[in-house]
């Protein structure tokens, strides 16, 4: 959990480091698709 906290908490700051609403968009649907897909993978 803290991983993930930690990762998406750098991505937040270094994805797009000139649009930080872009930058929270972005790596929250990267979250997200990584959690879709491993619940899908895991079943």
């Not at 797009?16 to 491993?38: C, D, E, K, Q, W």
């Amino acid at each position: 959990m803290s991983f993930w906290r930690g990762a998406w908490g750098l991505q937040d700051v270094y994805l797009f480091l000139r649009n930080l609403p872009l930058s929270y968009a972005i790596s929250t649907v990267l979250g997200l698709v990584v959690i879709v897909v491993s619940h899908h993978t895991l079943d």
